[in-house]
C-alpha cells in the first residue's frame, strides 16, 4: 500500500513593506492622490530598500479594498409594516 504525499507546506515571510505600512497610511491621509513614485522616494528617506513595484502593488491592493466597501442598510420591514398595491388591476367601482 503506498502512503499519499504530504500536503506541501506554505511559509509566510515579511514583506520588505510591512515596517512602512504606517508611513503609507499616513501620507495617504494627507495626500489621498499621492503617487506610488513620490510614496516610494518617501519611503527610501525612512530606509526603505525595495523597488517599486512593491509600492505599487500594495496601493493597488489598497485602492481595490477600498472601491469595494459599500455603505448600504438593507431595510427589512417587519410584518404589517408595509402595503403594497398593484394599481394595474384595481378597478373604480362604478355608482
Known amino acids: 500500500m503506498q502512503t499519499p504525499a504530504p500536503p506541501p507546506t506554505h511559509r509566510t515571510r515579511a514583506s520588505k513593506l510591512d ?7 499616513q501620507l495617504l491621509e ?3 492622490t499621492a503617487p506610488a513614485t513620490v510614496i516610494a522616494e518617501h519611503l527610501r528617506t ?3 530598500e525595495g523597488g517599486i513595484t512593491i509600492v505599487k502593488d500594495y496601493l493597488q491592493a489598497l ?3 477600498a472601491r469595494n466597501r ?3 442598510v438593507r431595510m427589512e420591514p417587519g410584518p404589517g409594516e408595509r ?3 398593484d394599481w394595474g388591476t384595481l378597478r373604480r367601482a362604478c355608482l
Open 19 to 25: 515596517p512602512f505600512k504606517p508611513a503609507i497610511s
Open 30 to 32: 494627507r495626500d489621498a
Open 46 to 48: 525612512l530606509g526603505f
Open 63 to 65: 485602492c481595490t479594498e
Open 70 to 72: 459599500r455603505a448600504y
Open 83 to 85: 402595503f403594497e398595491v
